[in-house]
């Protein structure tokens, strides 16, 4: 299984990115997919997941500001993200869970100015 993310770069503070996922070398849905971020001298931090069922999860520091996405069919998850602030810079993971195995994406920078 390989996760492929795109959308990731450089926004202005008060701005949107699109963070797209995809899945590839596995039919079955994924059962969990969703989005960690890994800021510098920070803990890795969930930022999203939503299962098939489309139950979502956010932290609280994106709530109200960040809508997860995804296609079962497609095996692709989305992360919209608005309102964008300086703090939300980092390297974005997609992650997706099958079972019991989780497998992670490259990762996309997100680097947002003041």
């Known amino acids: 299984v390989q996760l492929q993310a795109s959308g990731g770069g450089l926004v202005q503070a008060g701005g949107s990115l699109r963070l797209s996922c995809a899945a590839s070398?596995?039919?079955?849905?994924?059962?969990?997919m969703g989005w960690f971020r890994q800021r510098l001298g920070k803990q890795r931090e969930l930022v999203a997941i939503?299962?098939?069922?489309?139950?979502?999860n956010y932290a609280d520091s994106v709530k109200g500001r960040v809508i997860i996405s995804r296609d079962n069919a497609k095996n692709t998850v989305d992360l919209q993200m608005n309102s964008l602030n300086p703090d939300d810079t980092g390297v974005y993971y997609c992650?997706?869970?099958?079972?019991?195995?989780?497998?992670r994406g490259q990762g996309t920078q997100v680097t947002v100015s003041s």
């Open positions: 939503i299962d098939s069922g489309g139950k979502t």
């Open positions: 070398g596995i039919i079955r849905s994924a059962d969990v």
């Open positions: 992650i997706s869970t099958w079972g019991n195995r989780e497998y």
